[in-house]
């Protein structure tokens, strides 16, 4: 991987992200424009020209995610849910929910809204993931960015993440998932952009993370924050 961006106003050790809670359901959430968007948390990062904001919401069912991803010209080439879509242009969001920096989700989405979901059964150096594990009943949709006043080539990843899929990923997490009010996970969120597109990915390839670890990897634990549900 190449070096991971460092932004000045990266958070702190001390830092948590806050879910607000809503009433609304996934068919009113994931077109972008209901108003639980409007009073959920937002956090940002990465540089200016490729800033990412996140924001999301949760009830008893499930958690909405929101990215909105600055760009001037993304890109893709992989098409098929699974591929490993983090060679190109992905954002993505880490879950820990026992807080043990194991056995916790990673979900990634492209700029044409591929999905890679993937069970992380230990991090990096001694990685290990299930790559064969879907999130039952996830969905997800990509809308470009100037629907929401975002400058041309950007744009918004939206997706439901029902907590009956991540109960279901393995025994570890099943008595701490769905999470109750005043709950406290782990998670982290980042995003890839590789300015020079397909014929040259890896020169000045940006890797952003709202919580940047000290190492080559997304993968460190130590540098997850907390998630707490309001």
């Known amino acids: 991987m190449a070096q991971i961006f460092r932004d000045p106003e990266a958070p702190g050790a001390s830092a948590s992200y806050r879910v607000v809670r809503t009433g609304a359901t996934p068919k009113a ?20 020209r490729y800033r990412t904001t996140f924001k ?6 499930g958690m909405a995610v ?11 080439t992989m098409g098929r849910h699974d591929d ?11 879950l820990d ?17 591929i ?19 879907d999130w039952a009943g996830l969905e997800s949709t990509v809308i470009p960015g100037p629907a929401f006043g975002l400058p041309g080539g950007s744009w918004t990843a939206l997706a439901w993440l029902p907590w009956s899929g991540l109960a279901a990923m ?29 014929a040259d990915p890896e020169r000045d390839a940006i890797y952003a993370a709202w919580s940047p670890p000290d190492g080559p990897s997304f993968h460190a634990p130590a540098f997850f924050r907390s998630l707490v549900f309001e």
């Open 170 to 198: 393995t025994p570890v997490v099943t008595p701490v998932v769905p999470p109750a009010h005043g709950d406290v996970w782990l998670f982290n969120v980042f995003r890839i952009k590789r300015p020079h597109g397909p």
């Open 115 to 133: 999905v890679t979901d993937l069970h992380i059964v230990r991090p990096w150096p001694d990685m290990e993931n299930v790559r064969g594990w």
């Open 97 to 113: 929910p026992t807080r043990s920096g194991g056995h916790y989700a990673e979900v990634e989405i492209s700029p044409i809204n």
């Open 29 to 48: 959430l994931l077109p972008g424009h209901h108003d639980a968007w409007t009073t959920a948390h937002a956090v940002s990062w990465g540089p200016p």
């Open 56 to 61: 999301a919401v949760w009830n008893d069912e």
């Open 84 to 94: 490993p879509i983090w060679e190109e242009e992905v954002v993505e969001i880490f």
């Open 66 to 76: 929101r990215f909105d991803a600055i760009d001037d010209r993304p890109w893709h």
